[in-house]
């Protein structure tokens, strides 16, 4: 059965300037050899992903001339090129007639050893209209954390770690979710998630515990540059030679 993938490209990148002020985010490079979007690309190929869809927009030229046809990362790579930014889940509502009823979206700058079809191959089996690839997060605050009612500190945590499940920017998504949204509107992930808790339709968990980083900001690009050689081989298993 062929996959199918949408990847979001087409932002601005803002929180990453000065690397994004000549190229498109998904296009800033990763080690020594590579860029995020290829990365990407060959994970997806190497998963048994055989179309893409490109949304762009941003500097979208320059990702159709690195792309092309998909031809050299063995896919199918076709592009939708937004005319207005339509955020992270309007590109998909011009693109229904092009895609099977389950598909996998994600963000072009996502570095990541999941498993992508495994979680389509979850989101198909679950009946859930959407299914979210989850990450663990710890956070710890540095100040003491007060709750206030009525004026009155009612509770007190000096220092607490905080714990959350975040968004990976990876997620299965069926067409019938998105059938009753108009073409052109702006939406994001936020609203559509909250369309679907107040529609009683609670979006599906995806709990990962592998390697993830988004490399939306200075910092967490830097530390992707740092790490990536050494993992590089993990990350990249269809470029790892053959044994003799």
């Not at 800033?28 to 762009?56: C, M, S, Y």
């Not at 076709?78 to 207005?84: F, G, K, L, W």
């Not at 990541?112 to 679950?126: C, E, F, I, M, P």
């Not at 540059?225 to 053959?242: A, G, I, M, T, Y």
Request: glycine content about 10%; charged content about 20%; aromatic content about 10%.
């Amino acid at each position: 059965m062929d996959m199918h993938a949408v990847i979001m490209a087409g932002g601005r990148g803002t929180r990453l300037k000065p690397y994004t002020t000549a190229l498109p985010k998904p296009l800033v490079p990763i080690g020594d050899d590579h860029v995020i979007l290829e990365i990407v690309l060959r994970q997806l190929a190497w998963h048994g992903f055989t179309d893409v869809i490109l949304a762009i927009n941003h500097l979208g030229s320059l990702i159709r001339a690195f792309v092309g046809d998909g031809a050299r990362f063995g896919l199918r790579v076709s592009y939708a090129e937004e005319r207005v930014p339509l955020s992270t889940i309007g590109p998909l509502f011009g693109l229904r007639d092009r895609l099977p009823e389950h598909f996998l979206v994600m963000n072009g700058d996502v570095l990541t050893d999941l498993d992508y079809a495994d979680l389509l191959r979850t989101h198909r089996a679950s009946g859930a209209p959407l299914t979210v690839a989850t990450f663990h997060r710890s956070v710890k605050i540095d100040f003491g954390v007060l709750s206030v009612r009525n004026g009155r500190i009612v509770e007190f945590s000096e220092k607490p770690t905080l714990d959350y499940h975040v968004s990976m920017g990876v997620y299965g998504l069926s067409a019938s979710t998105i059938e009753s949204y108009p073409e052109g509107l702006v939406f994001g992930f936020d609203q559509l998630v909250l369309d679907l808790l107040r529609q009683g339709r609670p979006p599906a968990s995806y709990e990962f515990g592998g390697y993830w980083l988004d490399i939306g900001r200075p910092e967490d690009y830097d530390e992707a540059n740092h790490r990536f050689e050494s993992l590089r081989d993990h990350l990249l298993p269809s470029l790892v030679p053959e044994p003799a």
